[in-house]
């Protein structure tokens, strides 16, 4: 009766152990991930308003991959001569974007400098900044640094 004993405690301690050791490694390997947004902007065109040549007009495609909304968006779009100088930059305080979904951004600001007729520009916008995302550029270094440098 005695080693029947011992054996039962073996198998109950050995029983305690396992669940034990199950109910720690589903703490252990149990890790939330954070859902979050994944932002790009695609930039439609640029132009200077024909009604007033102080204006300048920006259009832009703003695209969410995530599954979760996109909150406090800032687009920064910028203007640059073709020697890569910085011409204009400026801010859209874009707001929020559903998950999963894309939208039209319009974008107008008053010209900081008179522009040179002759001069070629190119216009850019790009997601600054945003709550619960990431993004997209900032993952690319080629394109973060394009962002970055102007």
Known sequence: MKKNNNVSKIVISVLVILVLTLIG?????YNPIEEKALLKVDMYNWGYNIENDNELLFNYWILNYGDVEAQEIQVRCKITDKYEK???????????????SNS??????????????DMEYMGFCYV??????EILHEKIPELNDVYIQN
């Open 104 to 117: 039209f951004g319009e974008f107008s600001s008053q010209r900081q400098t008179p522009s040179n007729q």
């Open 25 to 29: 490694s589903n703490f252990y390997f």
């Open 86 to 100: 910085l011409i204009f930059s400026g801010i859209d305080y874009y707001g929020n974007l559903a998950s999963n």
């Open 128 to 133: 600054e900044s945003c709550e619960n995302c």
